[in-house]
T-cell receptor, first 113, second 111 residues
Framework: EPEVTQTPSHQVTQMGQEVILRCVPI?????FYWYRQILGQKVEFLVS????????KSEIFDDQFSVERPDGSNFTLKIRSTKLEDSAMYFC???????????FGPGTRLTVT | EDKVVQSPLSLVVHEGDTVTLNCSYE??????LLWYKQEKKAPTFLFML??SGIEKKSGRLSSILDKKELFSILNITATQTGDSAVYLC???????????WGAGTKLIIKP
């Protein structure tokens, strides 16, 4: 069964460093999302992406964040200058159509020290 | 502001018991409601509900949506220790199709 994959599974970085989180969507999926979950808290929406552009973004998704699909397969989330409060689990989700469920990748645990 | 509220926040039962988890929502432009199970990492999809009164069933799990009263329930019968997880409810709203999440119900099944 096709699945969403994410790399790395765990990233440790120092405050102020840039990180890039990668997601490979299921091949026929067209809508892509990033969510994050701070330990012990609820899942939060960050951004949705369709047709090579951002459809919607939350208040969390400020100028430090960016997304792109550089090569037609990977879908990346970049955090330019990480802060301690960016430490969280980051999930990529994809769906083939908005009428269908979103499938989640296994997540990347980001730890900012 | 769109919101999704789940109850209870946590629940401890014994194997074999039946549990009912609740999810209520207040959103504009409701499109669908989804249930996910989260064990150690990523949420795994359980059900998607778009129409009122139609039960979705998968093995010992079932779910139904009431769009008039704005809630959904997830039932698990004959619970097993492997059902222990956080059960998440999320609502899709029309504006941009992202999921608005509840805080989850942490279910612990004791042997």
């Amino acid at each position: 069964e096709p699945e969403v994959t994410q790399t790395p599974s765990h990233q440790v970085t120092q405050m102020g460093q840039e990180v890039i989180l990668r997601c490979v969507p299921i091949s026929n999926h067209l809508y892509f999302y990033w969510y994050r979950q701070i330990l012990g808290q609820k899942v939060e929406f960050l951004v949705s992406f369709y047709n090579n552009e951002i459809s919607e973004k939350s208040e969390i998704f400020d100028d430090q964040f960016s997304v792109e699909r550089p090569d037609g397969s990977n879908f990346t989330l970049k955090i330019r200058s990480t802060k301690l409060e960016d430490s969280a689990m980051y999930f990529c989700a994809t769906t083939r159509d908005t009428a269908f469920e979103q499938y989640f990748g296994p997540g990347t645990r980001l730890t900012v020290t | 502001e769109d919101k999704v509220v789940q109850s209870p926040l946590s629940l401890v039962v014994h194997e074999g018991d039946t549990v009912t988890l609740n999810c209520s929502y207040e959103v504009t432009n409701f499109r669908s409601l989804l249930w996910y199970k989260q064990e150690k990492k990523a949420p795994t999809f359980l059900f998607m509900l778009t129409s009122s009164g139609i039960e979705k069933k998968s093995g010992r799990l079932s779910s139904i949506l009431d769009k008039k009263e704005l809630f959904s329930i997830l039932n698990i019968t004959a619970t097993q220790t492997g059902d222990s997880a956080v059960y998440l409810c999320a609502v899709v709203v029309d504006s941009n199709y992202q999921l608005i999440w509840g805080a989850g119900t942490k279910l612990i099944i004791k042997p």
